[in-house]
């Protein structure tokens, strides 16, 4: 199965890719995690990347869609994947969608995990880091700049809902309760058992 999750910061993107791509027994794919394998491995892409991080720019989307095709290239990927944080914009969607018509595939299913703002600004603000022995707030997690964050995200990534569902692909699902609880729900609008096969009903 091929899954995009999208979601806002603060959704539980992260947690539910773990979880979700444990049970379907697909790599969950992060582009965080591209990059970082990218740059330490000190690859053509990733020393490209290194230069713009360095400078504090944002990667080129034809860099990071190399990366990305490169990684769903990889033998663990040909059954499937999970995508997190991967298309981050209609254009990156439209690349993805080329890329994986070039390797012979297509999109599943995108998750979207919805949480309203002030539960989010709830949970991201309420996080703390212990620096010399006293539990602080890091500054992107002030209410203020959380805010700012998820009007950023609306602006930008909050349009690839609007695509995917035109597409017949989205499924939204209430990111609010136990980690459980989104888990079972996410399963379900795939169509799969908590064992990651093809559900009854």
């Known amino acids: 199965m091929r899954v995009v999750l999208l979601g806002p910061p603060g ?26 394998a990218n740059v330490s491995g000190k690859t053509e892409l990733g020393l490209k990347v290194k230069e713009y991080l360095d400078a504090g720019d944002l990667v080129p ?8 095709k490169d990684r769903l290239a990889e033998p663990d990927a040909k059954a499937g ?7 981050r914009s209609i254009p990156q969607s439209e690349q993805l969608r080329e890329s994986l018509a070039e390797l012979g595939h ?14 989010l600004v709830r949970r991201l603000s309420g996080r703390r880091m212990l620096v010399d022995g006293e539990m602080i707030q890091r500054d992107d997690d002030k209410p203020e700049t959380v ?5 950023v995200y609306r602006e930008q990534t909050e349009p690839l809902s609007g695509f995917y569902e035109a597409a ?3 499924s939204r699902i209430d990111a609010i309760g136990e980690v459980e609880e989104v888990t079972a729900r996410a399963l ?4 799969v058992d908590d064992a990651g096969q093809p559900s009854a009903d």
């Not at 989307?61 to 990305?68: G, K, P, R, S």
């Not at 805010?147 to 009007?151: D, E, I, V």
């Not at 379900?188 to 169509?191: I, N, T």
Request: zero cysteines; glycine letters at 10%.
């Open 168 to 170: 017949g692909l989205l």
């Open 106 to 119: 297509s999109l599943d299913r995108v998750l979207e995990l919805v949480v309203d703002e002030d539960e």
């Open 81 to 87: 994947f999970l995508l997190d944080g991967f298309p």
């Open 61 to 68: 989307d034809e860099i990071t869609v190399a990366m990305v």
């Open 11 to 36: 959704a539980g993107k992260g947690t539910q890719a773990q979880i979700i791509a444990g049970k379907l027994n697909v790599p969950a794919i992060s582009t965080g995690d591209i990059f970082r």
């Open 188 to 191: 379900k609008a795939l169509g």
């Open 147 to 151: 805010r700012h964050r998820l009007q």
